[in-house]
């Protein structure tokens, strides 16, 4: 039986003083569940402030990115490493925001290449975040014009297939992907429970051909994109979905912790 895993992404959100006061708001209010595992993924800059705030409680620190040499001349990234030095343990990976996919589209069209993560450089990620033992949240997920194309299934295994090249079952065993279709994200619009459920169940049988049928069996497969506390119990019942990866609920720690509740 897989526990669920809710994990918070606070994207670039929040300064240091006001990650403290998130943590220490939710930390009050947080129930803590046997078969619930909670995460949050703060900015690269909060994570020590956020990490000291979780010593001794059960919350997963994670990162939103990394690099995957281990140092070097490369200006502004974050090596596994420094990620290990500040205690993270599960980092996300290959999100459509980095991939330069948006839901809402915020920035300028004209400067989209400016985030330029591809499957290979998800798969560096990843192999470099395997080796040094921190557990990856895979993201995969497609665009509204590759679902009105009927591309959604074909988007969503070539990610995998580009994403684990090169990694075994044994490697993968323990990590997470997380369902994000791009035009759910961020724009109120939540993909219907049973859509989500068929999706999550088929990254599932795909991960059985790309690795083996224990590893699909353990690894977690997430739906993220406008969880909210309205919707998660009815998410989240759902077999084939093992939690969420949540975005602007994760910054309201009352809400963050009602969407946490529905998955208990
Ligand atoms: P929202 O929950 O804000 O839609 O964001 C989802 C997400 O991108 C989590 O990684």
Not at 20 to 28: G, H, I, P, Q, T
Not at 100 to 122: A, C, H, M, N, W
Not at 197 to 213: E, F, N, P, W, Y
């Amino acid at each position: 039986m897989r526990a669920k895993l809710v994990v918070g992404n606070w994207k670039m959100n929040l300064t240091r003083p006001e990650a403290a006061s998130c943590v220490e708001a939710l930390v009050k209010q947080i129930d803590s569940y046997e078969d619930v595992e909670v995460g949050l993924c703060p900015s690269y800059l909060s994570i020590p402030v956020v990490g000291n705030l979780l010593q001794g409680k059960s919350i997963l620190l994670g990162a939103q990115d990394v690099f995957w040499a281990g140092s070097g001349a490369f200006t502004g990234q974050v090596s596994p490493s420094m990620l290990k030095e500040v205690g993270v343990q599960i980092c996300i990976v290959g999100h459509s925001e980095p991939r330069g996919r948006f839901g809402k589209l915020e920035i300028p069209e004209s400067t989209i290449s400016y985030f330029g993560e591809t499957d290979q450089t998800v798969n560096l990620k990843l192999k470099a975040l395997l080796y040094h033992g921190i557990v990856p949240i895979l993201c995969v997920g497609e665009t509204l014009a590759e679902r009105e194309a009927g591309k959604t299934d074909s988007v969503i295994q070539d990610q995998l297939a580009g994403a684990l090249d090169g990694i075994d079952a044994a490697e993968f065993i323990a990590g997470v992907v997380a369902y994000e279709p791009v035009w759910a994200i961020g724009t109120g619009k939540t993909c219907d429970t049973e859509e989500a459920s068929r999706v999550c169940g088929m990254i599932r049988t795909h991960l059985a051909k790309l690795l083996d049928q224990d590893a699909a069996d353990s690894i977690r497969v997430l739906y993220g994109g406008s969880v909210k506390a309205a919707n998660a119990k009815e998410l989240f019942r759902a077999p084939d979905i093992d939690g969420g990866l949540v975005g602007g609920a994760s910054l309201n720690p009352e809400e963050f912790v009602q969407v946490i509740r529905a998955a208990h």
